[in-house]
């Protein structure tokens, strides 16, 4: 039986599933412990992350209006807000994530207004402005908030839709913001927002997150094999540190040369990962 391109083959997902197991077993392991995935219970809390979710709790708690989150690549900005919407109580905060905001201003508008519950297809702006105005104020009269959060901002393209979600923070009343925005992304973007006077000066609330030193790149390690249950010795000291070299201290590249480690070391049948099998890992990867 012929599989299409792009068609999922079963076959192969469960081959991958049973070398998943497998590599978890050997490791003894409860989770693969290196997935790249945003998930809050590996959130390493370094210094600076400690500080960026601080800030942001703040930003949310005390209705500051918004905040400028910035960080090279895989330095994890994107779990830093995942953890803060965690730390949230849904019942207080009406919550919508912009994950790829390259959208024109309608689209973005409409993505808001779905993730607030709202079926906006056909909506002229006027009109989606106006629901959106209302929820808003309908959310804080209740005594909630409302919280927007716009990752991978380098990645918008249109100025107009810049300007809208700066026009988001015009949701105010009695003085007091009825609107949190965080926009999150890449160092590209705060240089373009400082070239934006008008948006540059609502976000008064910026954290910019930068790469692991060694000592708290160790410690991530550390920490993301105990969540998924394995000990700190899987890794000898002279791999760890080759390994935290060749990452540069970017979180999601210590990830991705630690999983493929992992993989190779259990392919294999080594009892831990060492020098040798680091250097190949490194020299394979190009890193």
Request: glycine residues 8%.
């Amino acid at each position: 039986m012929e599989f299409e391109p792009g068609i999922p083959d079963p076959r192969v997902d469960g081959i991958r599933t049973r070398l998943s197991q497998l590599y978890e077993e050997y490791w003894r392991l409860r989770d693969k412990p290196f997935r790249n995935t945003p998930d809050p219970r590996y959130l390493h809390f370094s210094r600076q992350h400690e500080e960026a979710l601080a800030r942001a709790l703040y930003v949310v708690a005390e209705g500051q209006g918004a905040m400028l989150l910035t960080g090279e690549c895989g330095c994890g900005k994107t779990l830093v807000t995942r953890a803060l919407v965690d730390e949230l109580d849904p019942a207080r905060f009406e919550t919508a994530l912009i994950p790829y905001p390259n959208l024109n201003p309608e689209e973005l508008l409409r993505e808001m207004l779905r993730q607030f519950g709202f079926e906006a297809e056909g909506w002229t702006k006027q009109r989606m402005l106006e629901r959106l105005a209302g929820f808003i104020h309908h959310t804080k009269g209740r005594g909630a908030s409302t919280l927007v959060i716009v990752d991978e901002g380098q990645l918008v393209e249109d100025d107009l839709t810049l300007e809208e979600i700066r026009l988001l923070l015009n949701f105010q009343q009695d003085r007091s913001f009825c609107l949190t925005l965080i926009l999150v992304g890449q160092p590209e973007l705060r240089e373009r927002v400082e070239r934006k006077p008008q948006l540059s000066q609502r976000l008064t609330i910026r954290h910019h997150l930068v790469p692991l030193a060694a000592g708290e790149a160790r410690s991530y390690l550390a920490h993301r094999l105990a969540v998924a249950g394995g000990g700190a010795d899987i890794f000898t000291g002279g791999a760890e540190e080759m390994l935290i070299a060749a990452a540069g201290g970017i979180p999601r590249k210590i990830n991705l040369l630690a999983d493929l480690a992992l993989l190779a070391g259990f392919g294999k049948n080594l009892p831990l990962i060492d020098e040798e099998l680091m250097r190949e890992v490194v020299h394979d990867l190009g890193a």
